[in-house]
């Protein structure tokens, strides 16, 4: 299987036909995945911690002074107590892994909802440590790769460019020319597969603290990145939504 990052951007792009469309059409070029592995840039736990493995029923609405019908959706997907076990396995001796009941957050099933709309793969989301540095994140990427072979589709959800500060909500504006040169910089070390920028992305890159005041966004790339060593990537979905928030998705396939 390929590996994913996708930028969700605001919740609200569920209900938005031009920022869904181009997901769709991401999904319907992929190979159908046997399952799908989620680590997304809302949940920030340590240990590595996985998430509910019955299925998905129940959601987490992570987020506040949305219109009714968002607390409403569903993403019914089949849970993979199977891939949480092979999770664990792989991890094993090097990474500490513990287990939770907790629900998928929005930065999983608002993409999957508009890229397998069907809720019929099982979904498994696990926890990004906040206290694993850059460097031990592209490590856990490495550490799961072997689950592509297995049918995995690894999928990393934050945005490359996320300054909520600076964002306009009520608009889409050009973006400003810090965000634009934060997310044409990601873009072009990830093309040179020059991954240890990429890492270093805080002393690496122009104006990184004001494209991500907090670096939790970002952060996901590095799983995904990792997992795909040596990869090109292509870029499914590009652009900006209010300005200060990149939509840029990235695959890596080899």
């Known amino acids: 299987m390929p590996v994913g990052f996708i930028g969700h951007g605001n919740p609200l792009s569920v209900a938005s036909e031009n920022r869904t469309a181009p997901w769709?059409?991401?999904?319907?070029?992929?190979?159908?995945p046997s399952s799908i592995l989620v680590v997304s840039a809302h949940w920030e736990d340590t240990p590595v911690t996985i998430g509910a493995t019955t299925d998905h029923q129940n959601?987490?609405?992570?987020?506040?002074?949305?219109?009714?019908?968002?607390?409403?959706?569903?993403?019914p997907a089949p849970g993979a107590p199977g891939l949480a076990d092979r999770v664990e396995v792989l991890l094993a001796g090097n990474v500490q892994v513990s287990r939770s009941d907790r629900p998928l957050d929005h930065g999983a099933w608002i993409p999957l909802m508009k890229m397998w709309p069907d809720a019929g793969i099982p979904v498994l989301?696990?926890?990004?440590?906040?206290d694993m540095d850059e460097e031990q994140l592209y490590d856990l990427g490495r550490e799961l790769a072997p689950l592509r072979d297995e049918g995995v589709f690894i999928l990393g959800t934050g945005n490359l460019v996320h300054d909520i500060r600076g964002a306009s909500f009520y608009?889409?504006?050009?973006?400003?020319?810090?965000?634009a040169g934060f997310d044409t910089w990601v873009a072009r070390s990830l093309a040179a597969r020059d991954d240890r920028s990429l890492i270093g992305w805080r002393e690496q890159a122009p104006e990184a603290l004001r494209s991500h005041p907090s670096a939790e966004h970002y952060r996901p790339i590095l799983v995904a990145a990792g997992a795909a060593p040596g990869e090109s990537p292509r870029f499914p979905v590009e652009g900006f939504e209010h300005g200060t928030i990149s939509r840029r998705s990235v695959e890596f396939d080899s």
């Open 24 to 32: 769709s059409a991401w999904s319907r070029q992929l190979p159908r």
């Open 125 to 130: 989301q696990i926890s990004m440590p906040i």
């Open 171 to 179: 608009s889409d504006p050009i973006p400003p020319e810090y965000a």
């Open 59 to 75: 959601l987490l609405y992570d987020f506040g002074g949305f219109p009714e019908f968002m607390y409403n959706l569903q993403y």
